[in-house]
């Protein structure tokens, strides 16, 4: 079984950074993509960052330029760099990961257990 281990949530003024962290442990053979969504409170589900095996990022439009998502492949861990931070950014941060366990296959699709960002104003 593949499980997530989410890091680097708190409190924090607005303007101001911090750095999310997301490892992955079990066994993996290799990983497609891996993703922070976060949700705020009564809303639903959003993604937020995403990067997938050849490198390439994708973010939603609110967070373009404040948000930078990265990876350590060998760490199989997964970082959020959140900066200019604003009290619409509060919300619990997911990470999530997908990719094969085994070199024959073997799919997994793997969630944190969410760590909350609250931006005081």
């Known amino acids: 079984q593949v499980q997530l281990v989410e890091s680097g949530g708190g409190l924090v003024q607005a303007g101001g950074s911090l750095r999310l962290s997301c490892a992955a442990s079990?066994?993996?053979?290799?990983?497609?993509?891996m993703a922070w969504y976060r949700q705020a409170p009564g809303q639903q589900r959003e993604l937020v960052a995403g990067?997938?095996?050849?490198?390439?990022?994708n973010y939603a439009d609110s967070v373009k330029g404040r948000f930078t998502i990265s990876r350590d492949n060998a760490k199989k861990t997964v970082y959020l760099q959140i900066d200019t931070l604003k009290p619409e950014d509060t919300a619990v941060y997911y990470c999530?990961?997908?990719?094969?366990?085994?070199?024959?296959?073997?799919?997994?699709?793997?969630w944190g257990q969410g760590t909350l960002v609250t931006v005081s104003s």
């Open positions: 999530n990961i997908r990719g094969n366990r085994y070199s024959w296959g073997r799919t997994f699709d793997a």
């Open positions: 079990g066994t993996i053979f290799s990983i497609n993509a």
């Open positions: 990067i997938i095996s050849a490198g390439s990022t």
